[in-house]
């Protein structure tokens, strides 16, 4: 919300600046906008799937380390005793 704000009081400052590259109009292709100035979801750059995997994956990387952890500390404890 507020990083939108900031893009757009930028895109309006672009307009008063006639020699300006207007590099905040150009991501329009990148991240295309509706009349109304908002993300059209599904379209421009996106998450692709695996992108959207990724957080899963590192659940199950940090699960796999903590129960390897687990398994390293109860073999010292039961050889120790």
Known sequence: MLVG???NTL?????EMPESVKMYHLEDTLY?????????PGEGLNFSDL??????LFVVLYGLFGVAALVVLAIRL???S
């Open 11 to 15: 895109r309006e400052m672009e307009d």
């Open 5 to 7: 704000l900031r893009i």
């Open 51 to 56: 992108e959207a995997r990724l957080p899963t």
């Open 32 to 40: 295309p906008r509706d009349e109304d100035g908002k993300m059209i």
């Open 78 to 80: 039961y050889c120790l």
